[in-house]
């Protein structure tokens, strides 16, 4: 088995503030993502990528940026935080996007902007 | 619109008794996943689905595409059931759409 680590797990910012989330799997999969959730929400894509230096936005990749370092690693920055934000960011990872396989997450960053 | 409907929204059951969620999806669906979140916010992964069904012990799920839906049913309901059930689609070579979630409160 494999496992998914997120860092940090929580992450306290200031409004403007640019801040990085890191997401390392050892499943040896292709793909990764970045979800967000919201309280009470669904997960909405941010970005993900196929393989190593490869990026494609999801539906909600505006405020964020994101980098496919090595194969195992994927960081998401949020480039300026807003006042009051608080949302849980979920890195996940799969063999391959193109067929669906199996989605596996990680514990979560939980963000909250003063 | 929502391309994921999960439903109900929220369900309290009782140890030892059976319940079944809903997902619909308006988007053509390839695959179908369903999560479990703890109350610590973890995903874990229960279901991966093509059409068809699957059993887990005392999770069944079932995914018809041709209908455009899929459920999970719970038989005989434990503490440890209790969180939030989400499914979530794949569309073809997209990531995965989620659904809004099932919060279910499994009581003594």
């Known amino acids: 088995g494999g496992i998914i680590t997120q860092t940090p797990k929580f992450l306290i910012g200031q409004e403007g503030q640019k801040l990085t989330l890191k997401c390392q799997q050892n499943?040896?999969?292709?793909?990764m993502y970045w979800y967000r959730q919201d309280s009470g929400k669904g997960l909405r894509l941010i970005y993900y990528?196929?393989?190593?230096?490869?990026?494609q936005k999801g539906d909600l990749s505006e405020g964020y940026d994101a980098s496919r370092e090595k194969k195992s690693s994927f960081s998401l920055t949020v480039t300026s935080a807003q006042k009051n934000e608080m949302a849980v960011f979920l890195c996940?990872?799969?063999?391959?996007?193109?067929?669906?396989?199996?989605?596996?997450f990680g514990p979560g960053t939980r963000l909250l902007v003063l | 619109g929502d391309q994921v409907k999960q439903s109900p929204s929220a369900l309290s059951l009782q140890e030892g008794t059976n319940s079944a969620l809903r997902c619909n999806f308006s988007?053509?669906?390839?695959?179908v996943q369903w999560f479990l979140q703890n109350p610590r916010g973890s995903l874990m992964n229960l279901f991966y689905l093509v059409p068809g069904t699957k059993e887990n012990g005392r999770l069944k799920s079932t995914f018809n595409s041709k209908e455009s839906y899929s459920t999970l049913h719970i038989r005989d309901a434990q503490l440890e059931d209790s969180g939030t059930y989400f499914c979530?689609?794949?569309?073809?070579?997209?990531?995965?759409?989620f659904g809004t979630g099932t919060t279910v409160s499994v009581s003594p």
């Open positions: 996940a990872s799969s063999i391959d996007r193109l067929r669906g396989d199996t989605q596996y």
């Open positions: 988007i053509a669906t390839t695959t």
């Open positions: 499943f040896n999969h292709d793909t």
């Open positions: 979530a689609a794949h569309q073809g070579g997209r990531a995965l759409i």
């Open positions: 990528s196929i393989t190593e230096n490869d990026l």
